[in-house]
């Protein structure tokens, strides 16, 4: 299941520090770095998915969470929404985060994907997802790790007609204040 090479690193460091803040069922290696033999596959596919993005996911969810605690905001993380009649048993969508303002819907999509085009995508659909359940007024945020998110900012209000109604986010805005700043200003 797991080869020599992996049982050799040793974690160390900033990284070890961050796989033991990690939770334990997403742990590749023990507290002392060394690698951590797991006792089912669920292991690594809840690792592997956790670092692949949800971790971020996590993190704008837990930064709303305490920054907009005393204002009139629920916030939720990870809406799967299934419609009856939809076919497949596997076709739904789901939104990161989601925040409701009164009536209000804000969802946020997240991806750690620096490359434009698989960002663009993603900003279509929580555009079009959001507009699906929460009508004309709702507002879409795509928060991404892209280091110019303005132009993609410009080529979605274009193309999707809804200038007003979406926001881009990219490496520069993950600072909490940031985040929280331009999230803000963005629902007002």
């Not at 048993?89 to 994907?113: A, H, M, R």
């Not at 790790?145 to 007609?161: A, C």
């Amino acid at each position: 299941m797991t080869n020599v090479k992996n049982k050799c690193f040793i974690a160390q460091g900033t990284f070890l520090e961050i796989v033991k803040s990690m939770p334990e069922d997403y742990r590749l290696f023990n507290d002392n770095g060394s690698f951590k033999e797991p006792t089912t596959n669920k292991y690594f596919k809840k690792a592997i998915k956790f670092l692949d993005g949800e971790w971020l996911e996590l993190y704008v969810y837990n930064v709303l969470t305490e920054k907009l605690k005393d204002d009139k905001i629920t916030i939720d993380i990870n809406w799967v929404i299934k419609k009856s009649e939809w076919q497949s048993p596997n076709q739904n969508f789901e939104l990161d985060v989601i925040l409701l303002k009164g009536y209000q819907l804000i969802g946020i999509s997240c991806t750690t994907s620096e490359k434009k085009g698989e960002c663009k995508n993603k900003g279509f659909e929580i555009f079009m997802r959001t507009r699906q359940i929460g009508g004309e007024e709702a507002r879409a945020v795509l928060v991404t790790r892209l280091s110019e998110p303005g132009e993609l900012q410009g080529e979605l209000e274009v193309d999707t007609g809804g200038g007003e109604n979406i926001l881009v986010l990219g490496a520069d805005d993950l600072k909490e204040n940031i985040l929280v700043r331009k999230i803000c200003e963005f629902i007002e």
